[in-house]
């Protein structure tokens, strides 16, 4: 009815400082925290500790494996969804490589193979699921995360896998034993394997058709299927891709810890769900930005790093985690609805 | 409890001695006129037996003021616990103590630790090979085999069906207690063992899952579980199916205060209940040896023996420690 | 002679920079029905909100009854016996029609709920309303003009003695209209006076005592009921209708789309999703088809079937694309097959709205501008700044969000994104809906520029002027069969006669 009234603003480009704050937010957010973390540092010998080398490597690896399922979940929230399986598709797949390359002896190509099919298939049936029965994909995934869990416990023998190396039966290729090793005894392998998927990620995120699918099916699904767009097939991968990160992710923990259980990842979908929204990816789905959970995520490590250096109490560190995601979620949404947004 | 402390150091059974070379002190600042920090890396707060333990720790450290306490939520998540290590390193603490989430995945940090020159002492689960300064705990297996003993030969001579509530299924205290129980039971031929379901360490999941197993297995003479919680969890099951006298329940960790297993022993709901040590103030004084007195060696295993907590000494033992 | 039951004078707003109202004079009398008409922007929603209480007029004056009064707020306006019947109306689905009827008001007894008192007083009003339902009912397995009537129901239990209702029959069948009408004029026997807000011209003769036509802020006209139809049409637009339309196609080409008793059974049929049964029609390059009939009678679900949304299913008879048998059915194919789609729904599923105008315009076609699956910022900046250029999208801003865009330029949007692929036959539903005059008229000159370079236009309207003006031919439709073809010299009466005979088979 108002649409003769509609706003003149848009008459030339503007942009509150204030939409510039919500794109970078993740950014400034990270820049923040780190100082933050150089001014609250404590101090030895005149050297800033949060600063220091092994601290900086100690911050990277800790993310690593919750930022490779961030990874994926940007893209599934992006396209309006959420997998909230993937801490549980992490631990079946670590159990897995632990299984075949301990228990099962296969060696160390076919078990990885092997593994991150097994990822990518969990994904795209609960996608398949979620979208061909139209069941909300919170409530397959829901699903997905106790079957996952189920699978992990029986593909173990309800126990624990230790991995040994060296040759032999009941031994892992020596190979394997890098994921948990440091170049030059600093960058920690698994920051790399992160590191690597997240320049993938954001390529295909920017850089590619599926890219742009990924955004318009989750900001209009049905003005994207009437643009001619493979929504379902869109659908499905972007859970297939989240099943590809989760299955890395597993075989980065079987790797770093030399040890699969079907408890791992316990919670950890929640944290990259924490990574992407701080990132600045809109939960609604349609707007994000992959650099945003890369920044996100690392600004979770950072912090949580800052508050252990200070011996900053468990309970504190859990608010002080809480507040920065109702924080970034409170910003957005200011923003959001001050340019008349949904 | 004093006296159970001292009682128990008595009882510690040492195996090797670790001894750092030449003889010269495990850890080269130390000395009485200077100030320590400990660090300890819990595998989570969650479990009440690792709330008693911190809380164990925190009192018993007052007794050193040279001391400071800094403890350390691991979250039950191998990563998180991975990177307090690593953050403890990184604040340069004197010692670290630790109770690993798991084994293996620890290990590679705490052989870290060791490099770097700092004494580990490891609490209840100790990591693969031998790079730690000592370990403290009590033997899973070995817990879990005398109350199979006891279900056999003292609780159930006559046999009958027996049930048990595992903790989360594919940890390793539950693997080692479920087994150690099983082993213990062998003793007696005319036990028939009909049920075993995990409950994940939780109250809530022991009420559902022994209701849903005295419906399938109405005559269960005995409950064996793998720690307090469940066994309370148990208790409220039996007593729901009116089967309370009927049903003998045996818990672990014997955890005290009134919510703790002593006290349900001595109101006489359950047959009995194994501690599970805690070694505060066994680790405690060994990193005052390490630390404070410059010890060149200490003993490596301390194993804290558990206690049977039956009728014949619950009472007593509850009204004692009301410290 | 008594004061007027209600009477605006000189009412004034302004929004920002926008003059809304311009000084406008109203008058209700106990017992009337005055009609208000105006097109979208008229300032008509905004002298309802001034009636309703929901906006402060910055100067004039309101009296009810000979009164002066002032409304801050809705309840200052509902206390002084003014109840608004919005066009979302606002009932609960999931309660049942006494509750909303007490909504806000419920009958207690110490704290509690009492059901059956509610319900026979529910009951009650529902028959002074000559309504015809349980009050038990639940709201949500009502149709749209039962839910009507309990809305007005709902204003009466408030007492209210004047009635402002927003475009009543917008989603009404004919029967449902009848029926409303026949209540309203029930109401206006026991003196309740109503505020009929309303673009249907047809409407205007069957219930008003009086006419008020706004356009630009302000009355420009009040009419007799008899008033014919050309003079409001006038009225309305602030100039003879013939100049609203662009002259007619010189010449048409081949046939595009051929329909011979072409029928679409879908897999799992839908009650409310009226399936083309009978349909036979051709529409040629370079011409402007129009799809006429009432709500309901399978319009929009013609062109759904045709683009492939809607309806999974499979369509039988003659169906053929440039002269050759067509597998229509799913929208991959209708786009391989040259068809192009401009939803009626705009906002709902034309675009993304919180999208750039660049974003929206490539939807349709990124597989064109990512060579090797790769995105191409040139291309597609390229690609962007042609279309804005051609469809005059303002402002020019590929950044801008669809979202901050008039309704014109959103439309203008859809139209871009939709004719990127170059398509041969474009379908159009309901192209103007929420769009103002000039708009229109742009939207119109458009449309038949896209013909004259030989492209086929489908377009469904529930506006007969607007086909009638348009079109070089129209087709109308009654549950779910072509009935009638008109060409373009078609009388209005004739249509609409062809368009509401019949009514009855389709209640069968």
């Known amino acids: 009815m108002s649409t003769s009234t509609v706003p003149a603003a848009l008459e030339r480009p503007r942009r509150s400082p204030l939409a510039y704050l919500v794109r970078f937010q993740s950014l400034l957010g990270l820049v923040i925290v780190i100082a933050a973390g150089i001014g609250f540092s404590p101090r030895r010998h005149g050297h800033i500790l949060f600063l220091q080398t092994d601290n900086v490597a100690n911050i990277i690896r800790s993310i690593a494996e919750t930022g490779i399922l961030a990874l994926g979940m940007t893209f599934v929230i992006i396209a309006a969804g959420i997998d909230l399986s993937v801490g549980a598709v992490l631990g079946l797949c670590s159990v897995l490589t632990a299984e075949l390359l301990v228990n099962e002896g296969w060696s160390l190509w076919t078990t990885l193979s092997l593994v991150v099919a097994t990822g990518i298939l969990f994904g795209a049936v609960q996608g398949f699921i979620s979208t061909k029965a139209r069941i909300q994909a919170f409530i397959v995934t829901l699903a997905g995360l106790q079957a996952a869990r189920g699978l992990s416990l029986i593909a173990s023998g309800n126990s624990f896998i230790n991995i040994s190396y060296g040759a032999g039966p009941g031994k892992a290729p020596v190979g394997f034993a890098i994921l948990g090793e440091r170049i030059g005894g600093v960058f920690p392998v698994a920051t790399l394997v992160f590191l690597v998927l997240a320049a993938l990620a954001t390529f295909v995120l920017n850089n590619t058709r599926y890219g742009r699918y990924v955004f318009a099916v989750g900001g209009n699904e049905k003005a994207a299927r009437l643009s001619g767009i493979p929504v379902e097939a869109v659908k499905i991968s972007v859970y297939a891709i989240t099943g590809l990160m989760a299955a890395v992710a597993g075989i980065v923990h079987a790797g770093q810890f030399s040890f699969g259980s079907p408890n791992d990842g316990t919670g950890y979908e929640l944290n990259a769900i924490a990574a992407v929204v701080i990132g600045g990816t809109d939960l609604f789905g349609g707007a994000g930005s992959m650099v945003g959970t890369i920044a996100g995520a690392v600004m979770l490590g950072a912090l949580a790093n800052i508050l252990e250096l200070n011996d900053v109490s468990a309970a504190l560190q859990l608010l002080a985690t809480g507040a920065i995601i109702v924080m970034a979620a409170a910003l957005q949404t200011f923003v959001n609805s001050g340019s008349g947004g949904r | 409890m004093k006296t159970l402390t001292l009682a128990a150091a008595a009882l510690l059974t040492s195996t090797t001695l670790a001894c750092a070379a030449d003889g010269k002190p495990i850890y080269k600042d130390c000395g009485p006129n200077n100030d320590y920090v400990i660090g300890f890396s819990q595998a989570n707060f969650k479990e009440p037996y690792r709330e008693h333990v911190n809380h164990e720790l925190e009192r018993l450290v007052k007794q050193y003021p040279k001391f400071k306490l800094t403890i350390a939520d691991g979250q039950a998540s191998v990563n998180t616990q991975v990177s307090q290590v690593e953050n403890f390193v990184t604040k340069q603490v004197d010692l670290l103590m630790i109770s690993p989430f798991e084994s293996a995945p620890l290990t590679p940090a705490v052989t870290n630790v060791i490099k770097k020159g700092i004494p580990v002492i490891e609490l209840d689960r100790k990591t693969v090979g031998d790079d730690f300064t000592a370990f403290v705990g009590g033997d899973n297996r070995q817990i879990a085999k005398e109350a199979g003993q006891y279900a056999a030969n003292t609780l159930l001579p006559d046999g009958g069906e027996v049930a048990i509530l595992e903790g989360l299924p594919s940890s390793s205290p539950a693997i080692e207690r479920l087994e150690g129980f099983k082993d213990g039971l062998a003793d007696n031929a005319k036990l028939k063992l009909v049920a075993v379901q995990p409950v994940d360490w939780q109250e809530d999941k022991a009420v559902t899952v022994f209701g849903a197993m005295l419906q399938a297995h109405p005559d269960i003479k005995l409950v064996y579980t793998s720690n307090d919680l469940a066994a309370a969890g148990a208790y409220i099951a039996a007593k729901q199916a009116e089967k309370a006298d009927q049903v003998k329940i045996i818990g672990t960790d014997g955890l005290p205060g009134p919510s703790g297993g002593i006290r349900s022993v001595a109101d006489g709901q359950w047959a009995a209940t194994f501690t599970y040590p805690t070694g505060a103030a066994e680790a405690l004084d060994l990193a005052k040896k390490i630390l404070i007195d410059c010890a060149t060696s200490v003993p490596r295993n301390v194993m804290v023996p558990s206690q049977r907590i039956d009728q014949t000494n619950a009472k007593a033992l509850y009204d004692k420690e009301q410290f | ?508």
Not at chain 3, 168 to 195: C, F, I, Q, T
Not at chain 3, 381 to 399: F, I, S
Not at chain 3, 446 to 474: F, H, K, M, Y
Not at chain 3, 487 to 492: K, N, P, Q, R, S
């Open chain 3, 1 to 508: 002679m008594s004061p007027a039951l209600l009477g605006l004078h000189d009412v004034q707003k302004w929004f920002g920079g926008v003059h809304a109202l311009k000084g406008v004079d109203f008058t209700l009398a106990a017992g009337e029905v005055h009609v208000l008409l105006g097109e979208n922007g008229a300032g008509k929603s905004t002298l309802m909100g001034v009636l309703s209480g929901a906006i402060v007029p910055d100067a004039g004056e309101i009296r009810i009854a000979g009164e002066p009064v002032r409304f801050a707020s809705p309840r200052d306006a509902h206390a002084a016996g003014v109840a608004m019947i919005p066009q979302e109306l606002d009932l609960v689905p999931g309660l049942d029609i006494a509750a909303n009827l007490f909504l806000g008001n419920e009958i207690t007894g110490a704290g509690v709920l009492q059901g059956r008192r509610m319900r026979d007083a529910a009951q009650e009003l529902l028959a002074k309303a000559g309504v015809a339902l349980d009050a038990g009912l639940l709201v949500s397995s009502l149709r749209i003009g039962e839910r009507q009537l309990v809305a007005i129901a709902k204003a009466l239990a408030a007492d209210a003695r004047i009635l402002v209702m927003d475009e009543p029959s917008a989603a009404l069948s004919s029967v449902e209209a009848d029926h409303l009408m026949r209540v309203v004029r029930d109401l206006k026997a026991r003196g309740v006076g109503v505020v009929y807000i309303s673009h249907r011209l047809e409407e205007v003769a069957r219930i008003a005592d009086r006419v008020t036509v706004m356009r630009d802020g302000q009355v420009v006209g009040e009419c007799p009921p008899q008033a014919p139809q050309a003079e409001l049409v006038r009225l309305l637009v602030g100039r003879p209708l013939s100049d609203l339309f662009p002259p007619r196609a010189s010449r048409v080409g081949k046939p595009i789309l051929h329909l011979h008793r072409a029928a679409f059974d879908p897999a799992r049929p839908r009650a409310g999703w009226q399936a083309p049964r009978d349909v036979s029609l051709t529409v040629h390059e370079g011409e402007i088809v129009g799809l006429a009939g009432l709500m309901g009678v399978g319009r929009t679900e013609l062109l759904g079937a045709l683009y492939g949304f809607g309806a999974v299913g499979r369509w039988s008879g003659t169906v053929e694309m440039r002269g050759a048998a067509a597998r229509l059915g799913t929208i991959g194919a209708a786009r391989r097959a040259g068809i192009a789609y401009v939803t009626d729904d705009r906002r709902g599923t034309g675009l993304v709205l919180h999208h750039t105008v660049a974003q929206n315009t490539l939807m349709s076609i990124w597989r064109r501008v990512t060579p090797f699956g790769l995105a191409s910022r040139g291309l597609e900046r390229r690609r962007v700044a042609e279309a804005m250029e051609n469809y005059d999208v303002r402002p020019r801003l590929p950044a801008a969000k669809v979202v901050n865009l008039s309704g014109g330029n959103q439309q203008k949007v859809v139209f871009a994104k939709e004719l990127m692929n170059g398509p041969s036959l474009l379908l159009l539903d309901e192209p103007t809906r929420g769009v103002d005059v000039g708009a229109k008229t742009e939207i119109y000159r458009r449309l038949r520029g896209l013909a004259e370079q030989g492209l086929g236009v489908l377009v469904a309207s529930s506006e007969l002027t607007e086909l009638l003006g348009l079109c070089d031919r129209i087709v109308v439709m009654r549950a779910g069969r072509t009935v009638h073809a008109f060409g373009a010299d078609a009388g209005e009466d004739a249509v609409r006669a062809v368009c509401e005979s019949g009514d009855e088979e389709r209640a069968a």
